[in-house]
């Protein structure tokens, strides 16, 4: 399960419950019901001032409002901003509904704020802040800063809607000023900066449970798209990452080539292949884009060491294994690789078959290791439990014991680096086509390249590669080949 709860995981919660078909209006709804419900603990019937903005924190504020009114409470109704400015539908639907409502509710006055001479205070008992909540970006703006020190100037008591208005939702700092409450009710978990902010300004901390699904983080959805690292506009050659492929032998030539491919498709600038010379001529027929580095002879020997780690040095991840073979020397020049290469690996395919796992144990580097059902076996010498819950203890504990990340190809993959999980259900049967594995391979090294860390890289390319197929699906039925999953990838990149 998640741990922290920062504002891109809440994003991202929020649009993969979407995605499992909870409108986001519901979301709010709890949301709103749930100060509501605050406001009742604290006291009965009494004047209620609610200052709301223009973003999902001013409409939670809408809909608290309306559960006041119902309950017989007297509420002023300040929103601050432009109608026009609302964005999100759901605001818009409640600051429709508040506005039909307050034409026949005498209890409810509603008080539109365009700049800051019109901000009132306010002789209310109880005071909502509804302004800023995980949406606000850099120093408040006018007429919201003036309606802080309103708010702070005020003796009523002050309830703040998922942040106090002016916080950073993330650091919990306070740059210029904020709104101190008394209590502060935030949404399904508390949001990082509310456990390392000043208390004088969250007060007591309620967590509302308002329906996103345990699903909603546990699995990736298209909300984890939003992670992908933008591509610097002003970027130049290189900055966008630079993996290194070390793989094949004898007559595989393939599957380095697809780990290549993928990795060039998930955005990266330079894409090179280590391979024996053996294959390198037909990995360069494969595609200009590749830059191809002969190694000696037909399988990866002793004589390499010195080349590997070389090009490791100009790359920014490494991928090792496709189609490398399964030679016992090859596999002491990778043991020795492991060691001694200074970035973050992914070891994938046969590096599982003949890498000693207690180099993996020893090494404190970033290494993801992306095995299926038998290569999880033959590395680890454990048997995976049918049930879905003990497999992922199982991959847990695994991850844990030896300090690395495990990307568990299956129906469910299932990735773990011992304190964080997710699991990944995107893809289908068609996915068992030679070569998807080594796209995998590719494009979470891309993504590691590119500068996320590597549990977050594992996941999310989990995700793409798993829902590139399920586009390939779509023109070519179960029979599409890992080189259309590889075509398919910019757009699932695109979605976000
Ligand atoms: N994510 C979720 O699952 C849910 C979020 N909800 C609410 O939605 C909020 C997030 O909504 P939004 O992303 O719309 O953001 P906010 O509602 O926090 O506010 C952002 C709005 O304020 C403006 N703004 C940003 N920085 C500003 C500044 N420095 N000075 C003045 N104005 C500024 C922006 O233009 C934007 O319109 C949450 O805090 C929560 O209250 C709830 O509806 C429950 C569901
Ligand atoms: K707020």
């Known amino acids: 399960m998640v741990i922290k709860m920062d504002p891109m995981d809440i994003m991202v919660a929020d649009v993969n419950s979407e995605a499992l078909g909870i409108p986001r209006i519901v979301l709010m709804e709890n949301a709103g019901k749930c100060v509501a419900e605050q406001i009742f603990t604290i006291s009965k019937k009494c004047k209620v ?10 409409g939670d504020g809408f809909v608290a409002a309306r559960h006041l009114i119902q309950k017989g409470y007297n509420v002023e109704l300040y929103f601050i901003g432009t109608e026009s400015g609302i964005k999100s539908s759901e605001t818009r639907m409640n600051w429709k509904i508040i506005q039909n ?65 002016g916080m950073d939702p993330l650091t919990g700092s306070v740059t210029d000023r904020a709104v101190m409450a008394n209590h502060t009710v935030t949404f399904h978990k508390p949001k990082t900066g509310l456990l390392n902010a000043d208390t004088k300004y969250v007060g007591n901390l309620t967590v509302c449970d308002i329906g996103i699904p345990m699903e909603a983080e546990l699995f990736t959805g298209p909300g984890d798209i939003l992670r992908l690292n933008r591509r610097e506009m002003n970027s130049h050659k290189g900055q966008n990452g630079r993996v290194l492929v ?4 004898g007559n595989y030539s393939g599957a380095p080539a697809l780990a290549a491919l993928a990795a060039l498709r998930s955005g990266v600038d330079i894409a090179m292949v280590a391979c024996p010379k053996s294959v390198s001529s037909s990995i360069r027929s494969y595609s200009p884009n590749l830059i191809v580095r002969d190694l000696s002879e037909d399988y990866v020997r002793f004589e390499d060491s010195s080349d590997i780690l070389e090009l490791s040095d100009s790359a920014d991840s490494v991928v090792i294994g496709c189609g490398i073979g399964i030679k016992d020397e090859t596999g002491l ?17 046969d590096a599982l078959k003949i890498v000693d796992r207690n180099v993996v144990k020893d090494s404190d580097k970033k290494i993801v290791l992306t095995p299926h059902k038998a290569e999880f076996r033959a590395f680890f010498q454990v048997d995976l439990p049918e049930d879905l819950d003990d ?102 990149f695109k979605e976000k």
């Open 246 to 249: 070390l793989g094949g032998n």
């Open 333 to 349: 020049v990778l043991n020795e690789m492991v060691e001694k290469i200074q970035k973050p690996i992914v070891l994938d395919a």
């Open 101 to 165: 409502l307050g034409i026949y509710n005498s209890s409810l006055n509603i008080f539109k704020i365009h700049d800051s001479s019109q901000v009132e205070p306010t002789n209310a008992d109880i005071i909502i802040d509804a302004m800023m909540g995980t949406g606000v970006k850099g120093k408040l703006r006018e007429p919201i800063s003036t309606a802080v020190e309103v708010i702070n100037d005020s003796d009523a008591v002050v309830v703040a809607v998922d942040i106090p208005t």
């Open 49 to 58: 001032a609610i200052y709301a903005a223009k973003g999902g924190n001013g």
């Open 391 to 492: 497999k992922i203890k199982t991959v847990e504990g695994t991850a844990a014991e030896l300090g690395c990340t495990i990307l568990l190809k299956g129906a469910v993959d299932i990735i773990s680096d011992g304190n964080r999980t997710k699991l990944n259900s995107s893809g289908n049967p068609g996915m068992s086509v030679g070569g998807t594995g080594d796209v995998l391979a590719g494009l979470v090294a891309g993504l590691i390249s590119k500068g996320h860390d590597v549990f977050e890289a594992a996941f999310l390319g989990s995700y793409i590669n798993g829902t590139a197929g399920d586009i390939a699906e779509k023109s070519y039925g179960y029979n599409f080949l890992a080189t259309d999953v590889i075509n398919e990838i910019p757009k699932v």
